[in-house]
């Protein structure tokens, strides 16, 4: 069974659109994250729920708006995408909002826009 | 600010040839000290926590190690199989983030 599961995978769209990446969890975990991957890997938090609570919302331009229809679940809808967004983004889950526990990960959505 | 740094960028190693990995931190309040792997096209998957300066886990081939300003993953005898990305990140008190480094990429020739 997969832990953290992400879809699509891969999600090629053009400017101006507007695009959601979904997120579920069955691993019982009460905080959800949103995460940007770069071309050079690295990785930057956008978004955070603690059981449907939005906790960390960086600074992300608002066209980026996340969703937690229950602790299990976790989507992010993307309005007017521009070139700059294309990345892979992870969807990861961890027990408690306190961090003392290592991240899961899903295994990423790569979006292209063109 | 908290800061987290990972070096070298990318390393190549002939197989069988021992190394360590580097992640130097600037932090306040560290909870936690993460390794990851990350093959391609997936996402990072957990190797290892530290939670406090002196500690030391092991896993195979693995070994991570934490003092109070850095950590670094050792790689004894590696096979093609350990090349990846691998990643460390740290958790600080009352940040709620983990923060990421960017990562060492890698190779392992056979």
């Known amino acids: 069974d997969t832990a953290v599961s992400q879809t699509p995978k891969y999600l090629v769209t053009q400017m101006g659109n507007d695009k959601s990446i979904k997120c579920e969890q069955n691993?019982?975990?009460?905080?959800m994250y949103w995460y940007k991957q770069d071309s050079k890997k690295f990785l930057k938090i956008m978004f955070s729920?603690?059981?449907?609570?939005?906790?960390i919302n960086e600074t992300v331009p608002n066209r980026f708006s996340p969703k937690s229809p229950d602790k299990a679940h976790l989507n992010l809808h993307i309005n007017s995408l521009e070139l700059g967004d294309s990345a892979v983004y992870f969807c990861?889950?961890?027990?408690?909002?306190?961090?003392?526990?290592?991240?899961?990960f899903g295994n990423g959505t790569r979006l292209t826009v063109t | 600010e908290d800061q987290v740094t990972q070096s070298p960028e990318a390393l190549r190693l002939q197989e069988g040839e021992s190394s360590s990995l580097n992640c130097s931190y600037t932090?306040?309040?560290?909870?936690?000290l993460f390794w990851y792997r990350q093959d391609p096209g997936k996402g990072p998957e957990f190797l290892f926590t530290?939670?406090?300066a002196g500690e030391e886990k092991e896993k195979e081939r693995l070994k991570a190690t934490l003092t109070k300003k850095e950590s670094f993953l050792h790689i004894t005898a590696p096979k093609p199989e350990d090349s990846a990305t691998y990643l460390c990140?740290?958790?600080?008190?009352?940040?709620?983030?983990?923060?990421f480094g960017t990562g060492t990429r890698l190779k392992v020739l056979a």
């Open positions: 990861a889950s961890s027990p408690q909002v306190w961090g003392n526990s290592p991240l899961h």
């Open positions: 691993l019982g975990h009460d905080t």
């Open positions: 729920y603690n059981n449907k609570e939005l906790i």
């Open positions: 932090v306040s309040g560290l909870r936690g």
């Open positions: 530290l939670y406090s």
């Open positions: 990140a740290v958790y600080t008190s009352g940040t709620y983030k983990y923060i």
